[in-house]
């Protein structure tokens, strides 16, 4: 009788506090729902305020950032998972000074720039050879976000199709044939903080199938 009296009172008390703990406390902490939520905004948020940047303070970049964008760039999709890029970061002054001509002008001031190659020895055989230009692009594209989540600027200088740029790349920095410079990408903490373009237009989307009628 005693014992059994003891054993209720332990089971209400537990009970007890079992109640308390979900009265009080769960609506206090945000659930796991929110928390996802929350970090999703973060991320779209992150994407539609990304702006090209090309003018920086010369600060220089901590080494361990730059390892976070290549490792960003690297986390890029890519057609049959064959990663068919390589990665040149360029922090020698003088040769960030002999970029800096015609469509790269920027890359004088930049602290660093990476160049995202093509490795046309990684790439998809046959037909989906040209598929590197897409990883490459998933991969340049997952860097400047990563740059503009670290609180830098970047802006994507186009090389390849233009052949002279790819000819002059490829000269100044050694690279062998199978290896072609898709982009070249100046960065540095920015020097200019201009709005991110607006570039929503309803117009450039169509539902399960072409509307000619909407386009005239
Ligand atoms: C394939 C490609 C090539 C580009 N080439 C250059 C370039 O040579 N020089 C430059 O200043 N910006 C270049 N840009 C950046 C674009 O000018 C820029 O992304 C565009 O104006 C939209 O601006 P935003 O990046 O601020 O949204 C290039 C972008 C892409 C995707």
Redo the contacts with the bound molecule.
Sequence with gaps: MKTSKILNVILAVAVIGLVVKVVFFSGCRPTQKNETLETGMAAINLIMS???I?AYSGQSVENDKVETLLKAAMAAPTAGNKQPWKFVVIKDKQILNRLASG??K?AADADLAIVVCGDLNLTFPGEGVDYWIQDASAATENLLLAAHALGLGA????IYPIQERVRMLSELLNLPEHIIPL?VIPIGYPAEN?E??D?WKPNSIHYDSWDYMEEQ
């Excluded at 802006?155 to 186009?158: A, D, E, I, K, Y």
């Design positions: 990304r702006t090209s090309r469509n790269m920027m802006v994507w200088c186009g982009n201009p991110p373009k570039k």
